[in-house]
Each structure stands twice: as C-alpha cells, then as structure tokens.
C-alpha cells in the first residue's frame, strides 16, 4: 500500500489528492501516532467506525474502496466523528435483497449511526 503523505504544518490537513493506504496504516497515522496520543476520541472513533465498517460489509459482502475526510484525517485532536464514503461494485450493489438496501440506507444516515454509539458520517 501507499504512503500517506505528512499533513500541511500550516493547515493541518492532507495535501489535496487520493492516497491509498491499508487499516493498519491509517491507524498508525491518525490513531497511534505520537502527535494524537492526547487525543481524548480518535480511539473511539476508530473502534466505532471499524463496528459499522463490518457491519456494511456484512450487509454487502463486499466494499470495494473506502474513502475518508474530515477532521478525522487532520491534524485536530479530538475530531468530533469519521466521514467515510464506501465504494461497492455495480454487480455487488445490484445483487442486494431489500432489507440489505434498507439496512445501508440506516448506515449511511448520521443519526441513526450516532443513536447507534458510532460517531460516522458515511455514504
């Protein structure tokens, strides 16, 4: 996998682009990493978001790619959520039952999730 670039010293965020990075990177990057150990949710919201990412891939079978934004990829401390977006394939999209749908429309509204213990902002 990639090598996420390092965040902008004077805006705190990403250098604008796609960076393809495996679990374990991202969660050395902006979970582990010395600069966050002080970080009173990042864990949280990790753990959080590893419980719905499991459970839309159970719902899906599959996820394809997986895209993350917001404060959760920058330099603040304490983000107040993970804003993800999953990618599912055409055929596996189109093979799911109706629950399978309605269920992924609950993932991916932000209340249902935080009424839920997970702090996501998906779609």
Same mark, same amino acid.
């Given at each position: ?11 705190? $965020?990403?250098?604008?682009?796609? %960076?393809? /990075?495996?679990?374990?990177? $991202?969660?050395?990057? %902006? !979970?582990? /990493? ?16 590893? #419980?719905?990412?499991?459970? *839309?891939?159970?719902?899906?079978? =599959? ?9 959760? *990829? ?6 107040? =959520?993970?804003?993800?977006? %999953?990618?599912?394939?055409?055929? !596996? ?9 309605? @269920? ?6 932000? @209340?249902? #999730? ?10």
């Amino acid at each position: 996998m990639g090598v996420l670039p390092d965040l902008d010293p004077k805006t705190g $965020l990403l250098p604008p682009g796609r %960076y393809p /990075a495996s679990l374990s990177h $991202l969660e050395r990057a %902006y !979970v582990s /990493a010395p600069g966050f150990a002080d970080s009173s949710t990042r864990r949280h919201l990790w753990e959080e978001w590893q #419980c719905h990412r499991a459970i *839309v891939e159970a719902e899906t079978g =599959d996820i394809a790619r997986t895209w993350l934004g917001g404060s959760f *990829v920058s330099a603040k401390l304490d983000p107040g =959520d993970i804003d993800v977006t %999953y990618l599912l394939h055409s055929h !596996v999209y189109d093979a799911l039952d109706r629950d399978s749908l309605v @269920s992924l429309d609950d993932l991916t509204d932000r @209340s249902w #999730c935080v009424e839920r213990g997970m702090r996501i902002d998906a779609t």
